[in-house]
């Protein structure tokens, strides 16, 4: 009997229609996005032999707009029709991908994926939202990683398809097939319904006066800090959220430098940065598929997933400068990036369940907005950090800082998590401030 629950259940998620449609336009879009990045990067670090300068601000043109923008796109998230928001993001960043095509500067190309992010960080909090309306409460750690696992999945056949097209057909027809993919995306996204705005939860749409129907007469700057407010007044998401933005900030100091690190490689190969890529690809893969068989808190997965992932990446910079045999050196490369992404998805996977399970419905678009703009703040801190280590000491150098950085990190979190536990445990019982929330539901 128990077994014919539990199988209901499981099944119950992929016969609803609306987030597998949401996935399907997930699937198409990721693959694409994964092809434009791979050859981005290939076409700026190697073909257009870019210093590590001009590397960094590819990622800083990337990150910015998450930056300013996330608890801005995150009010509008809650506001607006999320369906509406998440088409014209599709539609507007293949129009982007086009000019990415034609642009023949480093400049042009700045400008463009700065507009590409405006939309990027659009589509994100409105797509969680969207998620949280069209999925079961119990459903939704098995939402995250059904999302995760299709993401991962784009993550080694995107880069691989990405060397396949730009060995068959030359870079530019990735940014092609990229804008098609964004195309067929906001196809599928046509299809999807879900709750109306005026049903969701928080009271709004039953004819009766309430907190959350009175909100609109507060200020769009009000809105914007509350997304900040939420997390802080929570102990586990606030301290895995502090974990995740060191990560991600030590990360990026050796992770946007990875072409200037296979530059020292004699006759390294164009494909070279997709296959290491696939190969994170395939570990944080497994990582999704393990994670929640695992009985660890989610704060010592994070810490296991940090350290293993500062480890390898510290060994794959020995690796590049080590006396042996070239192919030796791929296999180290190859088998450290695998188990790279493998740390990374013991880092982001039970963030983002504890994330949306914690998140209300009515606030998805505030909260995920602001922790889309923090861990931009990190992301675009740590390729200056980075940029700037090269250029003084060299990739080398740069890796072995970061990846060891991140190792302490996670040992740091893994010593704390007891004390943070306790006091996350205390605020549950005490409940979430109510004050708090009525001011922020919508």
């Known amino acids: 009997m128990d077994q014919n629950v539990h199988k209901n259940r499981s099944n119950s998620l992929t016969r609803n229609r609306n987030f597998m449609m949401l996935l399907a336009a997930q699937f198409v879009s990721n693959l694409g996005e994964w092809l434009y990045l791979v050859a981005l990067l290939t076409m700026v670090g190697l073909k257009w032999n870019a210093t590590p300068w001009e590397i960094t601000a590819v990622t800083l043109s990337m990150a910015l707009p998450v930056l300013v923008g996330g608890p801005i796109a995150g009010v509008i998230g809650d506001r607006f029709d999320r369906k509406m928001l998440m088409i014209v993001s599709d539609l507007v960043r293949a129009l982007i991908l086009v000019g990415i095509l034609l642009s023949g500067s480093l400049w042009q190309v700045y400008i463009l994926l700065v507009l590409k992010g405006l939309m990027d960080v659009l589509f994100s909090p409105a797509k969680s939202g969207k998620v949280k309306e069209v999925v079961q409460p119990q459903h939704l750690d098995q939402a995250v990683t059904f999302s995760s696992s299709v993401e991962q999945m784009m993550k080694i056949i995107g880069p691989a398809l990405g060397g396949l097209v730009m060995a068959l057909f030359g870079i530019r027809m990735c940014f092609v097939v990229t804008s098609i993919t964004f195309l067929i995306s906001a196809l599928l996204l046509i299809g999807v319904q879900g709750r109306p705005k005026n049903a969701s939860v928080g009271g709004v749409g039953n004819g009766i006066p309430t907190e959350a129907s009175k909100s609109d007469t507060k200020s769009f700057w009000q809105d914007i800090s509350t997304g900040l407010s939420v997390i802080y007044s929570m102990p586990l998401l606030l301290s895995g959220l502090v974990t995740l933005c060191s990560v991600l900030l030590v990360l990026q100091m050796a992770d946007t430098q990875t072409v200037t690190l296979f530059r020292m490689i004699p006759g390294v190969a164009d494909n070279m940065l997709g296959y290491c890529i696939s190969a994170s690809g395939f570990g944080t893969l497994l990582a999704v598929l ?88 990190a992301v675009i801190v740590g390729p200056m950090l980075g940029g700037f280590l090269v250029t003084a000491w060299g990739p080398v150098m740069t890796f072995i800082i970061s990846g060891m950085g991140t190792a302490m990190l996670g040992f740091i979190l893994i010593a704390l998590k007891g004390k943070i536990e306790r006091k996350d445990n205390n605020t549950l019982d005490e409940s979430l401030p109510v004050q708090a929330v009525r001011e922020s539901a919508l």
Do not use: C, D, N
Request: net charge positive; proline share 5%.
């Open 290 to 377: 393990i994670v929640r068989k695992i009985g660890w808190s989610t704060l010592s997965k994070m810490g296991v997933g940090a350290a293993a992932t500062g480890i390898v990446f510290a060994i794959s910079a020995v690796a590049v400068v080590s006396p042996l045999p070239e192919a030796m050196v791929y296999v180290i490369l190859f088998t450290a990036f695998f188990l790279a992404g493998a740390g990374g998805g013991f880092v982001f996977i039970p963030f983002q369940m504890l994330l949306m399970k914690r998140t209300p419905e009515h606030m998805t678009g505030r909260v995920f907005g602001t922790v889309g703009s923090l861990t931009s703040a």
